[in-house]
């Protein structure tokens, strides 16, 4: 939590002026969860402090909300390009996403409990942010992946993107949205076990029997559309 409220007064998020009578003020609140690394051991402990906008109003409030979200062919696409002609790949975590661009609407959410400024515990926080050498940029929202012609210049963007925003930095590509990626410099694997057993432990089905086909090809529909039942005359 510390680290996440310290994130936000380094990116210069709000200013704590005085409240404004007859101002929509939002209710904040934080969020918790935990990342894992691609073997399922746990990463660490992640906490976020949102807005709850749920009592944002339209056109007054807020106009859109965008995030950028990289289509599953276009990863495929550049993952066969950097693979065929052998270029690195790498991957990124944008810490604080959300905080790296301006905010045009006017808004205003309460103090954080427990984060008051004992200087100001009446005030509210008025919102500030929300050629030959080719690189391709894989975003989904906070998630970067990239390639680029060669390891300069793929060590150079990545060294631009630090000094522009706070990230981390997640080495040499090996997960991406659930994907967990092995790969050579002449062959790549893509799998999604984990993602796949996870899903089977929510469900309770990790001790069912498989099957090639998923349905009963057996069963035969009676006159009046209900199944037959084996035996009856």
């Excluded at 003020?25 to 051991?41: E, N, T």
């Excluded at 944002?56 to 979200?69: A, K, N, R, W």
């Excluded at 970067?144 to 522009?164: D, F, P, R, Y």
Aim: hydrophobic share 35%.
């Amino acid at each position: 939590m510390y680290d996440e409220y310290n994130a936000l007064i380094k990116n210069g998020t709000w200013l704590l002026v005085p409240r404004l009578s007859g101002a929509n003020i939002f209710r904040c609140l934080w969020l918790f969860r935990h990342k894992f690394h691609d073997d399922g051991s746990l990463s660490r402990y992640k906490a976020r402090l949102v807005a709850k906008g749920s009592s944002q109003q339209l056109d007054i409030d807020c106009d859109e909300t965008f995030s950028p979200v990289v289509k599953p062919t276009t990863i495929y696409t550049v993952f066969n390009l950097a693979l065929t002609i052998h270029w690195p790949i790498h991957q990124l975590d944008v810490k604080n996403t959300f905080l790296n661009s301006d905010l045009s609407e006017t808004v205003y959410i309460h103090q954080s409990l427990g984060f008051v400024d004992h200087r100001y515990p009446h005030h509210v926080c008025r919102l500030q942010r929300c050629g030959t050498d080719i690189t391709y940029l894989l975003i989904y929202v906070d998630d970067i992946v990239l390639t680029a012609s060669s390891t300069t210049l793929l060590q150079k963007i990545i060294l631009s993107l630090h000094g522009e925003f706070d990230m981390t930095d997640l080495g040499a590509f090996n997960n991406f949205l659930w994907i967990s990626v092995t790969h050579d410099t002449t062959w790549m694997f893509l799998t999604q076990k984990r993602y796949a057993m996870e899903l089977l432990e929510r469900e309770n089905m990790l001790n069912c029997n498989p099957t090639r086909t998923p349905a009963d090809t057996e069963s035969k529909l009676g006159p009046e559309g209900t199944p037959d039942v084996v035996g009856d005359d």
